[in-house]
């Protein structure tokens, strides 16, 4: 279920009109049911829609309790028998446009600002909860429902949106946005960075392409760092996740529903692409990139400049593109060298290096 404090929900809904909202799709079993929210395949109850979307859940679609389940034709087989179906071509689209009927907006609602005239040039709604111990700097913006803990620095032009909750401790530099966001103790996070925006998500299946709703938040764990730049995308559905003291460079890029572990480390300039997960005291070197739905294990070493394509054990050291073992990695390079060192084209000259 979404946090109430960054979304509001309409509903509840048939299974038979969400299937008319939908547009498309054949309802088997019950089309009067009456459905409340929707979640992810592993999460939802019996008032829930939920979508299965690959071949590779279906272990999750067997177990689900989810009262709706939206899927295609060829993993129907894969659902439950008390589940209602809606059955179409593209269950992705299809989701799409049943969450935005519960979820007409994905941002919090526009409010009147009450400003709080105790900041100074700093524009704090009234409905804030601030600590007696907090500073804001100039400009700054803070927005109705957040709360922020003992000792906070809000820095310049920093934006807090509503609901927003701050430990104690926490450092939030200039000109940083933060949305849809809890942040645990003693957090730095430096300038520029954003946090908790929509996550890089929409069905592909019309034109012009269809949003999907980005419905979860950004919980950041107790004493980690985020360096200037960087930017975190809120959940889809379930959370987005930063471990406790992580340590996290310059312009790093996180995807949506994307946990990274406690004590992990990414070097500047990574992309972590959406719904991977990365251990705990891992660490992946700068430039790194990460394809979507992977799983990176304790303990790892990632080369910098490398590209993950697949999942990765604990413990391991990798490196290269698409990343191997890394003793595997050298020894292609120096392969490569040698052989390039050695060639000649068909005239016998040396070859280019």
Known sequence: MADTRFFRRSGPFSAGELAAAAGCGQITGDGGRSLFDVATIADATGADVAFLGAARYRDDAAATRAGMLVLSPELVDAAPAACTLLVVDDPQLAFARIARTFYRHDEPAEVEFEADSRYGHALVDRRASLAESVRVGPGAVVQAGSRIGDDVTVGALAVIGPGVVI???????????????????????????????????????????????????????????????VTIHRGSLGDTVIGDHCRIDNLVMVAHNVRIGDGAVIVAQTGISGSSGVGARSVLGGQSGVAGHLRIGNGVRIAARSGVTRDIPDGSVYGGFPAQPVTRWRREVATLRRLARQGRNNEGEEADE
């Open 167 to 229: 430990g104690a401790g926490s450092r939030i530099g200039n000109g940083v946005k933060i949305s849809h966001a809890l942040l645990g103790e003693e957090v730095v996070v430096q300038a520029g960075a954003v946090i908790g925006e929509a996550g890089f998500g929409f069905a592909m299946g019309t034109f012009p392409y269809e949003d999907i709703p980005q419905l979860g938040r950004v919980l950041v764990g107790r004493g980690a760092r985020l360096g200037a730049n």
